[in-house]
Structures are given as structure tokens and as C-alpha cells.
């Protein structure tokens, strides 16, 4: 992959730094700044309480889900054989 220098005002320069992640380079923090939403953004939104509160609705819905899926498909093999 080819590169570009690019200059920046000092400013610019210490708010990108600031934002950087240990683990990546600059390039790295750039883009992740300039590109869309990352999972990794939601990192601290929700309290523990309301993750579980979250998670337990989505199993629910998966169960509501795969239950209505189930009674599709019994219907539908009941009037194969009919």
C-alpha cells in the first residue's frame, strides 16, 4: 500500500494523539476517526444493569423468533401431507 505525507496544524496534530489508541498508528486513528461508527464506540454507554436488561430482551425475542419459525414450518409440513 502506498503512503502520503500529509501536514498537519499542531492543534490537529494533538487532538489526533490524543485520541489514538496505544495498540494503533496514526493512520489507524485516523481512519477510525473518519470513518463510520464502531461497535467499540458503544464501549461504556450502557451500565451493567441495563446490558443485562438489553441482553435478556434479545434472548427473548431470539426464543419469540424461533418459536414462530417452528409453528411455520408445522404448518407447512401438516399441509404437505394433506
Known sequence: MS???VRLDED???RIKSKKRPDETFSEA???LT???SLLD???LLSD???AAFR???DETDEDAINEIDTVIDQFEGG???
Open 56 to 58: 435478556e430482551a434479545i
Open 49 to 51: 444493569e441495563e446490558a
Open 42 to 44: 458503544l464501549v461504556g
Open 35 to 37: 470513518g463510520g461508527a
Open 80 to 82: 404437505r401431507d394433506s
Open 3 to 5: 503512503t502520503k505525507s
Open 30 to 32: 485516523i481512519d477510525r
Open 12 to 14: 490537529v496534530y494533538e
